[in-house]
């Protein structure tokens, strides 16, 4: 899948909804069999319970943001009300290709980063990742404030255009190498996302952690566009059997997920009523199971658009089954005291409660035929037709 530079596919080793593994913000382990800390069912019932509502904000604003994004796209228009101006903030369409290609190149990329921690030192991995996931982490969160920030300025500020252009050769072979178009209330977006990034270097604080892995899971349901049902099925299917393979067939999954420190997941402490905002022992959510079944959730309610009933029915339906199925995971996980592969919850209930509200409807046919397509996606299939022929 071609990469969106501003939306970081969340990392596929994070996706885990673990408690009783957790880890505190440094990366080192804060709650296993030995540690004397036992979570109060107050403590453990607000964790999971803002678990639940963080997880649920980006893939419902995210949804809605989708079907603007995705009407200004058909519309051929490159700017609207979220902040869109430039290629690097366009929706990308995943293909089937991509989806059926994603959980061999998650299972590589989650297999490197286990050796490379393995191998090298935890601290200095770590250090180069926080520099990367701050620059896209400010990006991101840049883009998520947006539309809040177009709404508090006054009509009466003066919001001045910007480009910044830089290009490579001269006359006809010029070519451009980086085109950002902004204003003066994106340099405002930039400068408050700039202050919650140092927070993060500087700190690692839950709070700061959360903000960017809530606009990494938001940009990622808005941006990343399945083209069909279909093509949502083959991704939820793959990644439904890698997230069980790594997470019960081997401890890599885990590992990566108590090494890595960066924005990819989100945490909630235990053990907040008894320390306040200094508190260390950590419930958490990877964002790979906030955007995954996020995405097929839009492309649910952008079908819904399509229907022209004025009806969510399939939206509404596969929202409650995230619900459900993110319930089921973390009971299962609380009964068994065991790291749980969310998707292996959440994609039945993802994919059956839809489907069986298709098959009552009568539209079951309708829903599969549903298409999207983009320009990109159209000629990334032209391109490989083309090299089958040559070939």
Known sequence: MSETEPVPVPAPEASVLDALNAT????????????KFVATPEGTALAYGSLVLMALLPIFFGALRSVTCSKSKELGENDYDSGFRNSADAPETITSRDAARFP??????????????????????????????????????????????????????????????FTQGSGESKEEIINY???TKTLVCLLISSVVGVWYLLKKHWIANNLFGLAFALNGVELLHLNNVSTGCILLGGLFVYDVFWVFGTNVMVT????????????FPQDLLEKGLAASNFAMLGLGDI?????????????????????????????????????????????????????????????????????????????????????????????????????
């Open 24 to 35: 505190d913000s440094n990366g080192t382990e804060a709650l296993n069999a030995t540690v």
């Open 104 to 165: 061999i190149i998650a299972s590589c990329t989650l297999f490197g980063l286990y050796l490379f921690f393995k191998v090298f030192s935890q601290e200095y991995i770590n250090l180069l990742l926080s520099v990367y996931f701050f620059v896209l982490g400010v990006l991101a969160l840049s883009h998520t404030m947006s539309p809040l920030m177009s709404r508090i300025f006054p009509v009466s500020f003066p919001n001045k255009q910007y480009q910044l252009l």
């Open 181 to 183: 178009e902004f204003d």
């Open 256 to 267: 990566v997920a108590k090494s890595f420190e960066a924005p990819i997941k989100l945490v």
């Open 291 to 391: 955007v995954i079944p996020g995405i097929f959730i839009a492309l649910l309610l952008r079908f819904d658009v399509s229907l022209k009933k004025n009806s969510r029915m399939y939206f509404y339906s596969s929202f409650l089954a995230y619900i459900f199925g993110l319930g089921l995971t973390i009971f299962v996980m609380h009964t068994f005291k065991h790291a749980q592969p969310a998707l292996l919850y959440l994609v039945p209930a993802c994919i059956g409660f839809p489907v069986v509200v298709a098959l009552v409807k009568g539209e079951l046919t309708e829903m599969f035929r549903y298409e999207e397509s983009s320009e990109e996606a159209e000629s990334k299939e032209d391109s490989s037709d083309s090299e089958k022929k040559d070939q």
